[in-house]
Each structure stands twice: as structure tokens, then as C-alpha cells.
């Protein structure tokens, strides 16, 4: 699937998106926990941000906090898989969400042309998952895994 963003969305000012610096397990956990979503031991979260394709967050120039955060893990040939999908509560929510997601979706139509997208998210960020083009499961399945 192809994406076409309709407009370039605009961070607040002081916010920008950065995917050098790898985020500290332990704020990605406070931001998982903000949203709802489950948090995740230290070093497992940690080896599993260092292995994915790539990953975003949402900073603050002046305050050392994450805003959002995504990692993306693909085959690079059929499927992209976007996780941990989270934007900090407040008036920006849905903003972070749909910025997350634009500039993912725009990386992954450069350098994953055709993957199949899906996306481990909290129930918080299905309106920007929907305005990005995502259809939401009908028939109410919204988690499946395998634990090893």
C-alpha cells in the first residue's frame, strides 16, 4: 500500500522528530505506561529497539522527554511491522500520533515499497491511525502474538 499524505503536518514549536539517538528503555516505558500500554523489562525492550529496521520519537528541545515514540521491524520484502506506538497525553496527542505515522509511512514507501503495514497500538491512537489510512479490524481482533 502506497501512502500519500495529504498535508505536511507541523510540530509545535520546541518538538522535533529523531530517530539517531537511540530513547532510554525506562522513558519509553513511561511513555508506553502514559498511553495505556503495556511496559516491557529493561534490557528486552532495549535489545528490541537496538534491532528494529528503524524507529521515531517526539522530543522537547528543552525538556529531556520523549512525546512519541514508534519502532518499525520489517522483512523488507512483504511486511513492515510498526510497535510501540505511543504519544504522550495532552493537547497534542493526536498530533504526535499522526506526525509518528507520517513520517514512518513516508520511510517505509521509500525503502520498503510494497510491505503489507501493521501496527501494535493503543486504543488512544486509532483516530490518527484512521486519518493515515489504516483500516481498523471488523471483526474485533486486535492483538495476536507468540511468545517464545
Known amino acids: 500500500m502506497q501512502y500519500f499524505p495529504k498535508k505536511k503536518l507541523i510540530l509545535p514549536e520546541g518538538y522535533f522528530v529523531n530517530s539517531s539517538q537511540i530513547p532510554l528503555p525506562k522513558e519509553v516505558n513511561k511513555l508506553l505506561a502514559n498511553c495505556g500500554c503495556e511496559t516491557f523489562p529493561i534490557k528486552p525492550l532495549s535489545e528490541a529497539i537496538q534491532k528494529s529496521n528503524f524507529f521515531f520519537t ?4 528543552l525538556k529531556n522527554k520523549l512525546y512519541g515514540f514508534v519502532r518499525v521491524t520489517s522483512d523488507r520484502g512483504l511486511n513492515a511491522n510498526l510497535w510501540n506506538l505511543s504519544a504522550a ?6 498530533l504526535f500520533y499522526s506526525i509518528l505515522l507520517q513520517v514512518t509511512l513516508e520511510k517505509i514507501n521509500r525503502e520498503m515499497p510494497g510491505c503489507s503495514i ?6 488512544s491512537s ?5 486519518e493515515s ?15 517464545l
Not at 497525553?89 to 493526536?94: A, E, L, S, V, Y
Not at 489510512?133 to 511468545?147: A, E, H, Q, S, T
Open 133 to 147: 489510512g489504516f483500516i481498523l479490524d471488523p471483526n474485533g481482533i486486535r492483538v495476536m502474538g507468540y511468545k
Open 126 to 130: 486509532f483516530k490518527s491511525l484512521e
Open 58 to 61: 517526539i522530543q522537547n528541545q
Open 89 to 94: 497525553q495532552g493537547d497534542n496527542q493526536q
Open 118 to 123: 501493521s501496527v501494535q497500538a493503543p486504543q
